[in-house]
């Protein structure tokens, strides 16, 4: 059985109308005009009419090809046979973390880049599921609804970076609410958070906002980013290193570690696995 999945582009054709009868009128229109030098069939006689031709040649063949184009969109499709195919997967929402202590390069060549190759990897290991992308600093943010569409994630990964927080801070329980709310939690597919952060938590309780999950069904893997030394972070200019460092009210240089303990606390909450990103 043959049909077009995408039916509603054959309205394009309708465009030929107008555009065949203006070339109708403009050929009624030279046929007029040479009709005022003499009688139109003695003149074509006479005359040179190659142009003509050419004209209507390529307006006939610019016609086919729209014709042929709009076809193409419509998606002609032959009917084959029905297989039923049964098709599993996860809704996964990333969480990650892009505050300014992010920009520390205690791991190269920062927590924030680090974090989002390796949240890249994760979504090519998982071919057959749904993403969706939470980023979180004093605030949380939907960046990306659940999709299967990997390659708007990886482009929605590499876009992101730290300028992007409106306010500064780690609002990681925020973060897990949001995760919380972007699953669909009437669909029947296994429920993912994965929480990608250094883990310096001010605002929230961020073990609690788990334990919420955990009604839900919710699995959280928490995947510490950073080292338990740490290193200063750095102010950057349009993307680049200004030569400064963050400072405390006190105008000393903060310094930036890898907080294992909150991130333990969010993974226990749910007895899920915690990772810590050590090295370089």
């Not at 042929?68 to 195919?85: D, I």
């Not at 599993?88 to 300014?100: K, M, Q, T, W, Y």
């Not at 990886?154 to 973060?175: C, E, P, V």
């Not at 750095?234 to 903060?254: H, I, S, T």
Request: charged share 20%; glycine share 8%.
């Amino acid at each position: 059985m043959f049909q077009f999945s995408q039916i509603e582009n054959l309205f394009y054709l309708l465009a030929l109308v107008p555009i065949g009868l203006g070339f109708w009128l403009y050929l009624r229109w030279r046929k007029q005009s040479l009709a005022l030098i003499g009688e139109y069939d003695l003149v074509k006689q006479i005359g040179n009419f190659t142009e003509l031709k050419n004209i209507k040649r390529r307006f006939y063949l610019a016609a086919a090809a729209y014709v042929l184009l709009v076809l193409a969109m419509a998606n002609p499709q032959t009917a084959g046979k029905e297989e039923e195919v049964n098709k599993s997967g996860l809704d996964i929402v990333f969480a990650i973390d892009i505050s300014r202590s992010m920009q520390t390069r205690d791991v190269q060549p920062d927590r924030l880049t680090r974090t989002c190759l390796l949240a890249e990897k994760m979504i090519d290991n998982c071919p057959n599921d749904r993403i969706a992308l939470v980023v979180f600093a004093g605030n949380a943010y939907l960046q990306m609804p659940l999709t299967s569409d990997h390659s708007a994630a990886k482009l929605f990964l590499n876009s992101l970076n730290t300028n992007m927080a409106g306010t500064q801070g780690t609002a990681i329980a925020d973060a897990i609410q949001l995760g919380i709310s972007t699953l669909d939690i009437k669909t029947k597919a296994s429920k993912v958070m994965v929480l990608m952060s250094d883990g310096e938590e001010t605002e929230g309780n961020a073990a609690t906002a788990a334990k919420n999950a955990a009604k839900e069904n919710i699995k959280i893997y928490t995947v510490g980013v950073g080292t338990t030394t740490g290193g200063l972070i750095p102010l950057l200019e349009n993307g680049a290193f200004a030569g400064n460092y963050q400072l405390n009210e006190e105008g000393q240089k903060v310094v930036s570690r890898l907080q294992n303990k909150t991130m333990k606390e969010i993974g226990l909450s749910r007895r899920t696995s915690t990772k810590s990103f050590l090295r370089n």
